[in-house]
């Protein structure tokens, strides 16, 4: 054999061997996990309200916690709540600390490449607001100006690549969003009109409205790539559950307004 022929075959057989013994990433199956475990961890962001807060007895609510919790009476098991921030949802749902997440979790097609999601069983537009007396009527208009926004959330994404030149303010959470706004670290917000309507019963006398819209996403179930058997369970919950309306029920319940009627056929 000629040394080169003897080089390629030995290459190849390394190159076999390396594979055979090279360990395969195991087919995710979370729906066998819930089971065995006999609970559902779902992660839940409780400092976005109205879709994550706590009561007065510290105890969860919100849209997202009751949407939460009625997911798991489908799955069958009881629901343990993992809570998140904004920031860390898609980590926590890759490194196992949560079977799904549910935190007004908007699709994009970033996320889409390191997650799947189920079909959306909400919607959350991205606005920029600010008081009545402040001119703002497009992206031009907020250039040079202080914007607060949520660190790694949609909307910080959006006012990011529209508003070049603003100036940013991100904060960790919704709920420290809040608190700069009403007092008055922050006087444009860039977030939903949710945001916006739990800051104004705080600043009565100068509350803010809508300038503008960013973005109207839709919002789904956060689930690791390959979860297929979980999907398929989450997809049938959230069509049973639009078409029952009481994903729509708990959706106005918290956010003033119905879900969108082509949602709900």
């Given at each position: 054999?000629?040394?080169?022929?003897?080089?390629?075959?030995?290459?190849?057989?390394?190159?076999?061997?390396?594979?055979?013994?090279?360990?395969?990433?195991?087919?995710?199956?979370?729906?066998?996990?819930?089971?065995?475990?006999?609970?559902?961890?779902?992660?839940?962001?409780?400092?976005?309200?109205?879709?994550?807060?706590?009561?007065?007895?510290?105890?969860?609510?919100?849209?997202?916690?009751?949407?939460?919790?009625?997911?798991?009476?489908?799955?069958?098991?009881?629901?343990?709540?993992?809570?998140?921030?904004?920031?860390?949802?898609?980590?926590?749902?890759?490194?196992?600390?949560?079977d799904l997440v549910m935190a007004s979790f908007s699709v994009t097609e970033e996320r889409k490449k390191v997650i799947d999601f189920s079909d959306?069983?909400?919607?959350?537009?991205?606005?920029?607001?600010?008081?009545?007396?402040?001119?703002?009527?497009?992206?031009?208009?907020?250039?040079?100006?202080?914007?607060?926004?949520?660190?790694?959330?949609?909307?910080?994404?959006?006012?990011?690549?529209?508003?070049?030149?603003?100036?940013?303010?991100?904060?960790?959470?919704?709920?420290?969003?809040?608190?700069?706004?009403?007092?008055?670290?922050?006087?444009?917000?860039?977030?939903?009109?949710?945001?916006?309507?739990?800051?104004?019963?705080?600043?009565?006398?100068?509350?803010?409205?809508?300038?503008?819209?960013?973005?109207?996403?839709?919002?789904?179930?956060?689930?690791?790539?390959?979860?297929?058997?979980?999907?398929?369970?989450?997809?049938?919950?959230?069509?049973?559950?639009?078409?029952?309306?009481?994903?729509?029920?708990?959706?106005?319940?918290?956010?003033?307004?119905?879900?969108?009627?082509?949602?709900?056929?």
């Amino acid at each position: 054999m000629k040394r080169r022929d003897f080089l390629a075959s030995s290459l190849g057989l390394v190159a076999a061997g390396t594979l055979i013994g090279a360990p395969t990433r195991a087919r995710a199956d979370t729906l066998a996990d819930i089971k065995a475990r006999k609970k559902v961890l779902i992660a839940v962001d409780l400092g976005s309200p109205p879709f994550g807060m706590t009561d007065a007895t510290m105890q969860p609510i919100g849209a997202d916690v009751e949407s939460a919790r009625l997911l798991a009476e489908h799955l069958g098991y009881p629901l343990e709540i993992v809570e998140v921030t904004s920031p860390n949802r898609v980590a926590f749902l890759l490194t196992g600390k949560a079977d799904l997440v549910m935190a007004s979790f908007s699709v994009t097609e970033e996320r889409k490449k390191v997650i799947d999601f189920s079909d959306p069983y909400g919607v959350i537009q991205s606005v920029v607001a600010a008081p009545k007396d402040v001119a703002i009527k497009g992206v031009a208009d907020i250039v040079g100006k202080r914007v607060g926004t949520t660190r790694g959330s949609t909307n910080d994404k959006e006012v990011t690549a529209q508003a070049v030149g603003a100036d940013i303010v991100r904060y960790d959470d919704d709920s420290t969003l809040v608190t700069a706004l009403v007092s008055g670290q922050v006087g444009i917000m860039a977030s939903s009109p949710q945001i916006m309507a739990a800051v104004n019963p705080r600043i009565p006398a100068n509350p803010l409205e809508v300038k503008f819209v960013l973005k109207t996403n839709p919002y789904a179930v956060g689930i690791r790539k390959g979860d297929d058997a979980l999907r398929a369970a989450v997809n049938e919950w959230v069509h049973a559950n639009l078409k029952n309306r009481k994903l729509d029920e708990i959706y106005k319940r918290y956010n003033g307004v119905a879900l969108p009627e082509e949602m709900l056929k």
